[in-house]
């Protein structure tokens, strides 16, 4: 089993960036990747960004293309998430989660036991 642990969140203004990153232990690097998700008070979960180890491919949610940059550290067994120009929208519990296979966007192709236990993102306008 992989275990997980969020950190790097905070306060930001508008514009500003964080980076958050995604600590494993346990099975480290096993299943088919890692993936971010958000969830923001009153909504549900949502895909932020992912990675493949096959390959290295990544895949972003619309409206972080170009902003957010999701990457590994094999040696750290940790995956990242850079996050530039922070919007008020960002703001949200960031989650990561091991991928198990299928569509990386899908929130039910993540196993149930790996979700960390988020870490807080504020953007003040």
């Known amino acids: 089993q992989v275990r997980l642990v969020e950190s790097g969140g905070g306060l930001v203004q508008a514009g500003g960036s964080l980076r958050l990153s995604c600590a494993a232990s346990?099975?480290?690097?096993?299943?088919?990747?890692r993936g971010w998700f958000r969830q923001a008070p009153g909504k549900e979960r949502e895909f932020v960004a992912g990675i493949r180890w096959s390959g290295g491919s990544t895949s972003y949610a619309d409206s972080v293309k170009g902003r957010f940059t999701i990457s590994r550290d094999n040696a750290k067994n940790t995956v990242y998430l850079q996050m530039n120009a922070l919007k008020p929208e960002d703001t949200a519990v960031y989650y990561c989660?091991?991928?198990?296979?299928?569509?990386?966007?899908?929130?039910?192709?993540?196993?149930?036991?790996?979700w960390g236990q988020g870490t807080q993102v504020t953007v003040s306008s």
């Open positions: 989660a091991a991928f198990s296979g299928g569509s990386v966007y899908r929130v039910d192709n993540y196993v149930r036991d790996s």
């Open positions: 346990g099975r480290t690097f096993s299943y088919a990747g």
